[in-house]
């Protein structure tokens, strides 16, 4: 038999009637042929529960009983959901994480999947078993003790179960129906995206995109397993959704295949920054030892490469989350008083947004950057910071024009329309 | 290190407040110099909560998925306490029953303990460990799956562990603070024992007092694991709450320890049965059949042994729980019906209840059962149905009566005094 793997986020099970049809969507596809593993959360706001009376009673808690604790929310979900499957005659059992077994590492509460051995699962599989429901996010450490995969790392043991049965696709269940080429909310000509590669997916999904997980989208690279975004509360047909999928299987590409915004932005600059060997490390250690997440760096060239300037300064521009500012102060501010580092100004500008254009067609395209700031200058857009990968290009603008540079943009290149 | 194991029920954890407030009491006996093993039940209302949504969603569940919902309950407090204790630096950890191993039979919801091996909590021990606190009510099937002992199989999860160890003691704690002569809702003058022998708890607990659970008595007689039941909310000394013990450990004892009563009894009578061999059989196994618990019986001599009557008749009166009398009903008309059983008329009396005097005293006292109906006499309290065991004297009386019966008896059993 094929085998699927369907994954049920929080709120697709949150209660019994919607356990019930995620159920159904599980019996279709036992109809349409399929042996099926299914992954199920915790019921949605039960986590958040429990993670609370952890934080209420230990504050520096163990994580190896965090774990213990938290992981009891997709017990629950795995045994009603199974018991509905039976109810409805189809053969399940509910699976937890140590049962299977999922072997983690030991690294508690952030843990790593080392292997998910078939033989249990298999076999009851060949005793006529049509649906394995198996606990997600959890997992049992070389020392016998339960061990979770950090917050959403459901998607994760989906994705590494669809590896490990060498599935033929895994079916992640959400509250939305897939991935668009941008925000509804921001656009009405977003359009649902029918595939997408794996590595636009990376990009959106780092951008801010929260459909999927960062995590589980580079396992399901690394494995090329086909992962479809679909919803838990439409009907589904085998086309509905989003397949997130290798390029190869991506027949004709848009250049860009999507318009990623991430709004609650800070840019911060010191000018004048000591152009030595070394600097960078000198400024973003202890930018990283504060834990503020640096995303775009900018460094000018050097004043002493084009001037008879006397001495070698520079202007060095980074991003990071608006919330990290008075971190990012404090940590530059200090190294500056430790002598690490010397600059004559910090400017910090936190009324700024990201906007990002992705597609793996830029690969192959050139003129992808200059169309983009076209656009942006058609409504009089000014660029305070660029920076390109492979396959995306993303700008700092004043928060203001968010929403009309998303809606430029998704004009600009034609996203509304699917050819 | 000696060992205890203190057991907390429901309502003794059922907050993170009571949890700490329970974790007090363990930290005090690690002071006094013991290893503890505690077993805590699932925070009061959780377990209904479970059962509830597996009733919901499916009325004939697979008992196998109810068990593996149903205990979650345990193991999130298990965690809980933990923390609470790691909080006050003693060295705990929890362990959910397949971790232990505590190894049951597959009776999924009704599972019997096999055996409790002890090598990972001792080795856990060795290494520092002050206390294990072990997921209640729960175990391991020989299959790999999660087993249930029933509910309250908490009590009985203590006394094994109680057992398997070694234990100097098992605590259970819980929100009445010892065994009582009597309800003291029903007189003011009802005393806490200090000590009960097993024989007499046994007695008690079947009679409907709820301090503790039956099997776990029998379970503490058989490897005679000396109980203590105490309060979690009140502070405790080396001498708090009722000592269940071997009654060689009781100096002096009283001819009646306690008077019990069962509210909600009814008493059924056939009248004019034929009188044969094999008749209460007939009777008593389609009653059996259709799950009423029948307590008292009660046979009077056939007329044909005192009086030239030409028909062998006898009558024959049992009781049960009022809430089973409509099923029993039943079950004698359909024998009736199907010709298995033959009798003049069926009277049953709802308005009845029980009332018990129990003390292992009687043994070596005569003239117990004749104070009792003194005492009742007194009260022109008329008998219904008598019936006697070792140590115990139960009758049906009025319902009407009840209150009045069990003030009459603790007065003449002298019983609010301790000499």
Request: glycine share 6%; proline share 3%.
């Amino acid at each position: 038999m094929p085998i699927l793997v369907m994954k049920f986020g929080g709120t697709s099970v949150a209660d019994l009637d919607r356990i019930r049809n995620a159920a159904e969507k599980v019996r279709a596809e036992v109809e349409r042929g399929y042996d099926v593993i299914v992954i199920v959360s915790a019921m949605s706001g039960k986590t958040n529960e429990l993670v609370g009376w952890v934080n209420e009673t230990s504050p520096m808690f163990d994580a190896r009983e965090y774990d213990a604790v938290v992981s009891s929310g997709e017990n629950i979900t795995a045994g009603l959901m199974s018991l509905t499957l039976q109810e409805m005659d189809v053969p399940a059992r509910s699976w937890q994480g140590w049962q299977v077994p999922l072997l983690t590492t030991s690294a508690h509460s952030a843990a790593r999947i080392e292997s998910i051995p078939r033989h249990n699962i298999d076999q009851k599989f060949g005793e006529g078993m049509k649906v394995a429901v198996v606990a997600g996010f959890q997992g049992l450490s070389p020392e016998g003790r339960i061990t979770t995969l950090g917050r959403g790392g459901s998607d994760t043991t989906a994705v590494a179960f669809a590896a490990a049965f060498d599935a033929e696709r895994c079916d992640i269940y959400t509250d939305v129906n897939g991935v668009y080429t941008t925000d509804p909310r921001i656009t009405s000509k977003a359009r649902k995206l029918d595939r997408i590669a794996f590595e636009e997916m990376l990009e959106l999904a780092s951008l801010g995109a929260k459909v999927l997980q960062t995590r589980s989208v580079e396992l399901a690279m690394r494995y090329k397993v086909r992962l479809r975004v679909l919803s838990s509360f439409e009907e589904s047909t085998p086309n509905s959704g989003t397949l997130v999928c290798d390029e190869e299987e991506i027949m004709e590409s848009k250049v860009v295949s999507g318009v990623a915004y991430s709004r609650e932005e800070a840019k911060i600059t010191l000018v004048s920054v000591e152009d030595r060997p070394g600097i960078a490390a000198a400024i973003f250690g202890p930018l990283a030892d504060a834990g503020v997440n640096v995303d775009m760096i900018v460094q000018n060239i050097s004043e002493k490469d084009y001037d008879d300037h006397p001495e070698a300064v520079t202007d060095m521009t980074f991003s990071c989350p608006n919330d990290q500012v008075a971190r990012a102060e404090k940590a530059i501010l200090d190294a500056k008083a430790a002598d690490q580092i010397g600059f004559s100004e910090l400017v910090v500008d936190t009324d700024v947004c990201k906007i990002s254009v992705v597609g793996i067609g830029m690969r192959s395209h050139a003129g992808v950057a200059a169309r983009m700031f076209a656009a942006l200058k058609a409504e009089n857009i000014n660029i305070k910071v660029i920076s390109t990968s492979e396959i995306k290009i993303s700008v700092l603008i004043d928060r203001k024009y968010m929403e009309l540079a998303v809606q430029a943009l998704h004009d600009a290149f034609e996203l509304e329309t699917n050819s």
